[in-house]
């Protein structure tokens, strides 16, 4: 598997340095050494929208996002990861169970991923874990915020199902009674001091824990403190080359976007300081990642749920200082189907079976490991007329439609990393789409997908149209 060892040469700019008080005592500090010696902590970052591109450490322009960078100065930066379905819970379900929608039948947002499936909080208390979780879950069916009825195995529990409400944020611990973020506090700051809580407590014990910190941001409403908002000169955004226009509406969007952005970096920067002080940072593997892109006006589209790279693309940048060497990027390709196999194989607990995705912790700990030959993408239930299926590849991008027997886009991401031009529908490259389909098709065969027996046709020309919006 390729991996490049090349430094990583981004300037990551200086650490933060918060004067944050832990409290830490000598004994807490006692146990944060013992727990050097054992199973890494995992501290799983996951945000909602936040694309690939919009890092410093990726080549944004627009934003310094400090901390992430330093994460990815000091661990493994992902330059090709993916989710398999960009939308909430999909992606959500995805990561929980280790398997592809057409296993749990998780394709919409806002569906119950059953609490049958064997889920990786499950596996990690089974092995010997504190596991916790704060913010938003979005696998518990339609209710919002809505006290979440499965918890799949985490044990702590600071969550609500969906919706995003960051100025007024409501969660729920251990009763069916709503616990408020306090007035004026903006819902992510509030949640990195329960992460710090959690940290500090669970550090102290014998036992190595797994705490995931799911953020709702950077997701509209584009509502962030203004000491954030006034960080930014929208007119001065530079916009990415496949962005024909962006009007008002839509760049004050993406003005509270990174405004978002640069808040949580702010606060993982917190989270990140309050590891070191409590002694767990040598042994506590980070993962930082987003459930989906946002497409922001590329391609002249909105949101998530499309094929092309601001909506597939995400940021995963996994740091662990005991187990991953620094300063290393890898093109492997990584999707969300992994995840779940290979914090497995990090932590040493065996995977269990049934998964859909791949153990990469060889390539994660910087050996030569396997990854996927390529992404398996979808969107929709087998019986919508707009579900769509693709591919991406280390080169290639595909998708079609198979209710509408009629291909989607085609690219050549080697020579057209913006996607500008769609190869569907052009002689000379109907070999190249004929292999793809056959490529996807046998994906989705492996996956069980219904819809794989609709796929004798041939996609050599985009649908005459296509639409498809989700707004959560
Ligand atoms: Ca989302």
């Not at 296993?103 to 806002?110: K, M």
């Not at 007035?183 to 014990?205: D, N, R």
């Not at 593997?285 to 949101?303: E, N, R, V």
């Not at 919508?384 to 079609?400: D, F, L, P, Q, V």
């Amino acid at each position: 598997m390729k991996l490049n060892r090349r430094k990583f040469l981004k300037a990551a700019g200086a650490a933060s340095v918060f004067s944050l008080s832990c409290g830490i005592g000598d004994e807490e500090k006692q146990a944060g050494k013992r727990q050097r010696s054992g199973r890494p902590n995992i501290l799983y970052i996951l945000t909602d929208q936040w694309r690939a591109q919009a890092l410093s450490c990726a080549g944004d322009k627009n934003i310094q996002t400090t901390n992430i960078d330093l994460l990815a100065k000091e661990g493994l930066f992902f330059a090709r990861s993916y989710s398999n379905s960009p939308v909430c819970t999909p992606h959500r379900s995805m990561l929980m169970s280790g398997r592809y929608p057409s296993r749990t039948q998780v394709w919409q947002n806002n569906t119950l991923l059953s609490p049958d499936e064997t889920c990786i909080a499950e596996t990690f208390s089974d092995a010997g874990y504190n596991t916790g979780y704060i913010g938003k879950w979005h696998l518990d069916g339609p209710a919002r915020p809505g006290n979440v009825r499965y918890r799949q195995g985490w044990q702590y529990w600071a969550g609500f199902n969906r919706g995003h409400n960051f100025n007024k944020g409501v969660y729920f611990t251990d009763s069916d009674k709503p616990i408020s973020v306090p007035e004026g506090v903006f819902e992510p700051v509030h949640q990195t001091g329960l992460a710090i809580g959690f940290i500090k407590e669970k550090t102290a014990s014998q036992k190595p824990w797994f705490l995931m910190v799911s953020f709702g941001g950077p997701h509209m409403p584009y509502t962030a403190p203004k000491k954030y908002m006034d960080m930014f000169n929208p007119e001065k955004f530079i916009l990415r080359p496949n962005v024909k226009q962006m009007n008002a509406q839509q760049r004050k969007a993406l003005h509270g976007y990174y405004a978002h952005c640069k808040c949580l970096d702010d606060n993982i920067g917190r989270i990140v300081a309050a590891l070191k002080e409590c002694g767990a940072d040598e042994n506590t593997l980070i993962c930082f990642t987003s459930d989906h892109g946002d497409m922001h006006s590329s391609q002249g589209q909105s949101y998530k749920s499309k094929p092309w790279e601001e909506s597939i693309g995400v940021p995963f940048i996994a740091k662990w200082p005991k187990g991953i060497p620094a300063g290393q990027t890898t093109d492997a390709l990584f999707s969300t189907i992994d995840i779940y196999p290979t914090l497995c194989g990090l932590a040493g607990i065996p995977v269990p079976d049934g998964k859909d995705g791949l153990d990469c912790s060889g390539i994660v700990k910087g050996n030569d490991g396997k990854s996927a030959e390529a992404v398996f993408l979808m969107i929709g239930e087998p019986d919508s007329k707009n579900a769509w299926r693709g591919i991406r590849t280390e080169r290639h991008t595909y998708a079609c439609y198979p209710n509408q027997r009629a291909g989607y886009v085609l690219y050549d991401n080697r020579h057209d990393p913006y996607q500008l031009n769609n190869l569907l529908g052009k002689s000379e490259h109907k070999v190249l789409a004929a292999k793809m389909h056959k490529m996807l098709t046998d994906w989705m065969v492996r996956a069980g997908e219904p819809l794989a027996a609709k796929m004798d046709f041939t996609a050599d020309k985009p649908a005459a149209s296509e639409d498809n919006e989700s707004a959560e």
